[in-house]
């Protein structure tokens, strides 16, 4: 480690320094795409581009995008830049069409790989004495390995604990004295209500900081997670298509991710593929600077976000994205407004009367869109009157048309109706059939 | 002393659903819990099943712990004869005294008695009328 507050001194350098840096590495991974994987050196061509025309940093739009689709024409191993023997792990994310997308790791990437989560989690606090208990899948999502072997470079006990059977996690955390937690936050959620179930009180069991990704959530849930488990709530952003989790991580301040900009060029775009204005928000572009496997040129990652561009307390000289808003392909057009999945929960969050758990439903009535949102009552709401039902109906209503400007219908349903997902959680349901 | 005149009807949210009421019913039987008195509000796709049984905290500890929404309501019990102008002399004392009956449902029970459970909206108040009438219900519904 570099210091008893950073993991590594990249992590300080000076903005000038990490923009040459940046340069550099942007100029070599240009060339090492062109030179080894057939598909960017074709694309290069159609667009009348060479490596040699990048020769400042501003040069990257003259580069052609990278998409998911990409990786379906690719698929399995047609966008790697070196020889399969050189490749020592895979992963895979489901991707468009039924094909997943493949990525792959040479043995520096890997180490690139776990410093960058390193640097997250040393980021957040976990230290050599703490004990981690990593409640992601463990297979092909990158969540599980990636966050796995960068507790154990940080020299915290790792519980390998991977998803599912909750009460036996709920007493290892217990038992093995868990101070650290990585998870979705609506598995987390389900934790806490197990654990209730059981008699246990979430609060007391010792833990201090939660690492948080994989779906997106918000700031009431966060304070939701942080009153139940009593503990500090972090978000995680990463993908497979860049290494995995680590890519960007909230600080001690917990206002924006710092997204390592030695290791990742980041751009944001408008639906035309233009860089938007400083601060407006768009789609997340973004180059990996250092990735030998999987050389991505101007990978778009469909995560809507903005770049906060104030300076950090913590220190850090890297660049803070804000917490995603919601995915370019997530956006739902109903009635022809723009609704992201986000905005739903961060509504439904800020009312006492609901629970955790929601779901959205779009159906077409006719040529009418219809948006139904299915939300599980609290206990504590219902005092056994029909006209609880009416007033948390309305006022569910009456709050999403605020934030959205579309009414909608508003379903109470039984606790624990709703499904639990361990992994993603899949909370919209688009019923309509294609025009 | 109050609040032994109180009976605590025990009400739980159900979704508007073939099979739902017989999950409620069931982990009540499981337990040996009977049903004395019983209706459903309905409203549209969800409703509230109301309750009095013979063991109230235990039907409301073994619905919640099967997680369902449960919540203790505090209703009145009149007894009256199982005749006709049984029902109408109550609600007669009570509205004179302006106090509004949210729902009623009722039961017969030896051999010309009827249980009427009402939902006020003013409770002391109508104890008050309740006891002057002398039909209110003390003690253990069993």
Not at chain 1, 75 to 95: D, N
Not at chain 1, 264 to 282: C, L, M, Q, R, T
Not at chain 1, 407 to 428: D, P
Not at chain 2, 87 to 104: M, P
Request: glycine share 8%; charged share 30%.
């Amino acid at each position: 480690m570099y210091s008893d507050k950073y993991w590594q001194k990249e992590e300080v350098l000076p903005k000038k320094e990490l923009e040459d840096l940046q340069l550099k590495r942007l100029k070599w991974v240009v060339r090492h795409a062109y030179d080894n994987v057939a598909f960017f050196r074709q694309r290069f061509k159609e667009r009348g581009v060479h490596p040699d025309d990048i020769r400042k940093r501003e040069d990257i739009t003259k580069l052609p995008f990278t998409t998911k689709e990409d990786f379906k024409v690719n698929y399995p191993f047609g966008l790697f830049a070196v020889p399969k023997q050189k490749i020592i792990r895979i992963h895979t994310s489901s991707g468009t069409s039924g094909k997943p997308k493949v990525v792959g790791y040479t043995a520096r990437d890997l180490e690139n790989w776990i410093n960058m989560v390193a640097r997250c989690m040393y980021m957040v606090g976990v230290r050599s004495k703490d004990v981690f208990q990593n409640m992601v899948s463990y297979t092909f999502f990158t969540g599980g390995l990636g966050f796995h072997y960068a507790a154990e470079r940080i020299g915290a006990m790792v519980v390998p604990a991977g998803t599912g059977n909750t009460e036996r996690q709920i007493r290892y955390m217990i038992d093995f004295g868990t101070t650290v937690i990585h998870a979705t936050p609506s598995y987390a959620m389900h934790i806490k209500e197990v654990a209730e179930s059981l008699k246990i009180k979430p609060d007391e069991t010792g833990l201090r900081i939660g690492c948080f990704g994989a779906e997106p959530w918000s700031n009431n849930t966060r304070k939701r997670l942080e009153d139940a488990f009593n503990i500090k709530a972090f978000d995680s952003y990463g993908l497979s298509e860049m290494n995995g989790p680590g890519v960007a991580f909230e600080c001690e301040e917990q206002n924006g991710l710092h997204i390592w900009a030695d290791h990742y060029f980041i751009e944001i775009v408008d639906k035309n593929g233009e860089a938007v204005s400083e601060g407006e928000k768009g789609e997340l572009v973004l180059t990996p600077l250092t990735k030998e496997a999987l050389p991505l040129i101007r990978y778009k990652t469909g995560d809507v976000t903005f770049v906060m561009d104030d300076e950090c307390s913590c220190g850090r000289t890297h660049p803070k994205i804000h917490r995603i808003l919601g995915r370019a392909d997530d956006m739902i057009v109903v009635r022809g407004i723009n609704v992201f999945p986000s905005q739903i929960e961060h509504v439904l969050m800020q009312i006492p009367e609901v629970g955790d758990h929601f779901q959205v439903l779009i159906t077409r009535n006719g040529s009418l869109d219809e948006i139904t949102v299915k939300v599980e009552m609290r206990d504590e709401a219902f005092t056994g009157e029909l006209s609880d039902f009416k007033r948390i109906q309305s006022k569910v209503q009456r709050e999403l048309y605020k934030e959205l400007g579309l009414r909608t219908n508003v379903e109470l349903v039984e606790r624990g109706t709703i499904e639990r997902f361990v992994l993603k959680a899949k909370r919209v349901v688009d019923l309509r059939d294609e025009i | 002393m109050k609040e032994e005149k109180i009976i605590k009807q025990v009400s739980v949210f159900v979704e508007n659903k073939p099979g739902r009421l017989a999950a409620v019913t069931e982990k009540l039987y499981e337990k040996g819990i009977n049903i004395r008195a019983f209706t459903i509000a309905e409203a549209g796709d969800f409703g509230i099943i109301r309750m009095v049984v013979d063991k109230t905290d235990e039907a409301y500890k073994v619905l919640k712990d099967a997680g369902f929404t449960v919540s203790l309501t505090n209703v009145l019990g009149v007894e009256v004869k199982d005749e006709p102008g049984g029902l109408y002399s109550i609600a007669k004392a009570l509205g004179s005294a302006n106090i509004n009956i949210e729902y009623v449902y009722a039961f017969t029970f030896g051999k010309d008695k009827a249980l009427i459970i009402l939902r006020v909206d003013d409770i002391e108040k109508a104890i008050e009328i309740l006891e002057k009438e002398n039909v209110l219900f003390k003690g253990k519904v069993d």
